[in-house]
């Protein structure tokens, strides 16, 4: 049973960088059968999708934050990772990592980290 | 992006009753629609995939129908711990779009 877990600064300063990562379990993030996903939940509200990357380092990001967003992956450590540059307090949100399986159930979001508070504040 | 629409907002409900809850596409999706159940201070959890197809250990009071971009989330019957906030999702094709979420609680 693969287990994700999300982790980095809670806090993070206007025009700063939030970068966190997920560190996954129970299975190898060069699997080929998954997508590593970033999705994100603003503050008593829905889920934003962010983007994903493949252990061959295909990535797809949402368009509406591909310009400040870089994901990566690092096989070695089993973790994969999610940059966002030029924050401001519209990126608050609680950033969960979650797995897509390619061509497993339906690709749906299977396995999900518990989630992580990053507040965007001076 | 495709827009998923999600109603009702809320819904307040019984033990013991059975609810649906809708969602609509502005296109179509093929039948890739999942349905996510998420408790206070928690991850969401997967409940349906594929439309009508029951994740792994979710109870079978759970199921989930479709037809042409109308999808439909039932619980037969209510317990307790049902009393959560409900998300469609879309899998179609990126972005990965979901529904703004059904809050249901206790009446």
């Known amino acids: 049973q693969l287990q994700l877990q999300e982790s980095g600064p809670g806090l993070v300063k206007p025009s700063q960088t939030l970068s966190l990562t997920c560190t996954v379990s129970g299975g190898p993030v060069s699997s080929a059968a998954y997508f590593w996903n970033w999705i994100r939940q603003h503050p008593e509200k829905g889920l934003e999708w962010i983007g994903y990357i493949h252990f061959t380092g295909n990535t797809y990001y949402n368009p509406s934050l591909k310009s400040r967003l870089t994901i990566s992956v690092d096989t070695s450590k089993n973790q994969f990772y999610l940059n966002l540059n030029s924050v401001t307090a519209a990126d608050t949100a609680v950033y969960y990592c979650?797995?897509?399986?390619?061509?497993?159930?339906?690709?749906?979001?299977?396995?999900w980290g518990q989630g992580t508070l990053v507040t965007v504040s001076s | 992006d495709i827009q998923m629409t999600q109603s009702p907002s809320s819904l307040s409900a019984s033990v013991g009753d059975r609810v649906t809850i809708t969602c609509r596409a502005n296109q179509s999706i093929s039948g890739y629609l999942n349905w996510y159940q998420q408790k206070p201070g928690k991850a969401p959890d997967l409940l349906i995939y594929s439309a009508s197809r029951l994740q792994n250990g979710v109870p079978s009071r759970f199921s989930g129908s479709e037809s042409g971009t109308d999808f439909t989330l039932a619980i037969s019957s209510l317990q307790p711990e049902d009393f959560a906030n409900y998300y469609c999702q879309q899998s179609y094709i990126p972005p990965y779009t979901f529904g703004q979420g059904t809050k249901l609680d206790i009446k």
């Open positions: 979650a797995t897509r399986g390619i061509a497993l159930a339906g690709n749906s979001f299977q396995h």
